[in-house]
Every structure is written in structure tokens, then in C-alpha cells.
């Protein structure tokens, strides 16, 4: 009788093993061996292998046995997606590429002190996020051409710097579309992406073309056009200290660096008004 009750016993902990979930068995296994991080959200769906781990507004990814530990971003080349920037600007429409991946990086920096920079890198991050002090600048000095204009020929006013790699970029285009603007986007090179603005910038319809770069369409090169406008911008960009995109500059000069969500935008561009 003892022999059978303890069978039971054992299949019953076998039973209970196998039906609990990857997160189930991901969390288990990181509160042994990330004992004093807090995990908000496990994701062993989406991607192939991996378990995506949410840490307050943090983001790494472990194996199904919680045994490597990873930090980076994940593409899908499929897709032509960046999952890792998706998730990381669902998390926190305000963050910013280079902070997020410092705060990031804290994450592997050891069992024994990974909360306390993961704390630190997340205040160094809203610091960087929140605006800094304001300032204006003169588009006096751009030439016309450089520019692809594109939104509605009627709407409000904005100049956008833009990289067509950076995926704030491709997210904060999608927002303006929506509100309805009249978009002035000048592409400058921060992350490499000079052959792929030449094409959009010598395409018969540059905002078709636009758009398609940012979903990732591959894009046949055509006539070679002339793109010293293009030259104008970055040389622009450089002697005023615009290193990262986007940065949204507005009719009266007013500068917004990095990625806002909509209601945000909306509350800025009033204040030109007022």
C-alpha cells in the first residue's frame, strides 16, 4: 500500500510538471537564479527557442531552461521586423534606442547586484527620456531640395530628421500619418542607411517610396538623381549636433528629440498656437 501511494505521489508531481507551462517552468527556474529581480511578464510564444522576460522596463531573453541568459535585440528576417524595438516601444513609448539598451545591458551584469543596476540604468533612461531644455532651431539655412514632403498638403507643418533604419523612426511615421500632418522629412545617416535614401530620394514617388523603406520593401534602384540636398541635410545635422533620429522640429523651431506617442505630439503642436 505504501508502494502504491508513494507511485501516485510521484506521478502526481509528474503530472503536475508536465502540464504547467514553459513560463510557469522559466519563472520557477529565474527566481533560483535571478533571485532579487522582479519579473513582470514571460513570453515563451513568440519567438522560436526563446522566452521573452519583462523586468520592470526591461527586456532580456533566456532559453526554455532559464540556463542562458541573453541580451540584445532580436530581428526577424522574415518579417523584416525588429522585434526587440517593437516590444521595447510598447513597454515605453518615450524611451529612447540608446538608453534602452544600457538599461539593458544591466541586466547581465550578475545575480548578486543585477537589481540595483537594472535601477540605475532605468534612471539614467528616464533622465535621458525627459525633455531636455528647450531649444529652437533655424531651418533657415537648408535648401529645399533634401526634403520629401508627404501627409496631407493642408495640414499642420512639421520637419522630421529621420534614419530609414531606426525603428522609431518608421513608428513616429506611422503616428503623424495618422494625425493628419503635412510632413517635411529629411534623411540624414546615422545608422548607414545613405543607399537606401538615395533610392527613395531619386524615386518617381518619393512618399510611396518612403513608406515602403520603412516597411522593409526591398527597392529597385532607378535613375541616379541628384541628392546634394541630401548632402545639405547631414551637414546640417552634424553642425547642429543632431547624432540620433528622429528629431521633430516644428513650425516656430521648437526641437523634440526621439519617439512621442500621438497625444503627446498633439499637446506640443497646440502650443505653437497658443
Given at each position: 500500500m505504501a508502494a502504491t501511494v508513494l507511485g501516485l505521489s510521484v506521478a502526481g508531481i509528474a503530472l503536475a510538471a508536465d502540464t504547467s507551462s514553459p513560463e510557469d517552468r522559466v519563472r520557477a527556474l529565474l527566481k533560483t537564479r535571478l533571485p532579487?529581480?522582479?519579473i513582470s511578464a514571460i513570453d515563451c510564444g513568440k519567438i522560436g527557442g526563446l522566452c521573452e522576460i519583462t523586468a520592470g522596463d526591461n527586456l532580456f531573453y533566456?532559453?526554455?531552461?532559464?540556463?542562458?541568459?541573453m541580451i540584445g535585440r532580436v530581428y526577424d528576417m522574415q518579417t523584416r521586423q525588429d522585434i526587440t524595438a517593437a516590444r521595447l516601444?510598447?513597454?515605453n513609448p518615450d524611451m529612447l534606442v540608446g538608453s534602452a539598451?544600457?538599461?539593458?545591458?544591466?541586466?547581465a551584469t550578475g545575480e548578486d547586484d543585477a537589481p540595483q543596476q537594472l535601477a540605475a540604468a532605468s534612471?539614467?533612461?528616464?533622465?535621458?527620456?525627459?525633455?531636455?531644455?528647450?531649444?529652437?532651431?533655424?531651418?533657415?539655412g537648408l535648401p529645399q531640395d533634401g526634403?520629401?514632403?508627404?501627409?496631407?498638403p493642408a495640414g499642420q507643418t512639421v520637419t522630421v530628421f529621420t534614419d530609414f533604419r531606426c525603428g522609431y523612426c518608421r513608428a513616429l511615421t506611422g503616428v503623424l500619418k495618422e494625425?493628419?500632418?503635412?510632413?517635411?522629412?529629411?534623411?540624414?545617416?546615422?545608422?548607414?542607411?545613405?543607399?537606401v535614401t538615395d533610392r527613395v530620394?531619386?524615386?518617381?514617388?518619393?512618399?510611396?517610396?518612403?513608406?515602403?523603406?520603412?516597411?522593409?520593401?526591398?527597392?529597385?534602384a532607378g535613375p541616379a538623381c541628384n541628392t546634394s540636398g541630401l548632402d545639405a541635410n547631414e551637414a546640417f545635422a552634424h553642425r547642429h549636433g543632431l547624432n540620433g533620429t528622429p528629431v521633430i522640429v516644428r513650425s516656430d523651431g521648437a526641437v523634440l528629440e526621439g519617439y512621442r506617442p500621438r497625444a503627446f505630439l498633439e499637446q506640443w503642436l497646440r502650443e505653437t498656437q497658443s
Open positions: 532579487k529581480t522582479a533566456v532559453d526554455a531552461g532559464a540556463r542562458y541568459l516601444l510598447e513597454m539598451a544600457r538599461a539593458n545591458a544591466a541586466a534612471a539614467r533612461r528616464e533622465q535621458q527620456a525627459a525633455p531636455a531644455k528647450a531649444r529652437k532651431l533655424s531651418l533657415a526634403a520629401i514632403v508627404w501627409g496631407n494625425m493628419n500632418l503635412r510632413v517635411v522629412e529629411r534623411p540624414i545617416s546615422v545608422l548607414g542607411s545613405r543607399d530620394y531619386c524615386a518617381k514617388n518619393r512618399e510611396a517610396a518612403l513608406h515602403a523603406a520603412y516597411a522593409g520593401e526591398p527597392l529597385k
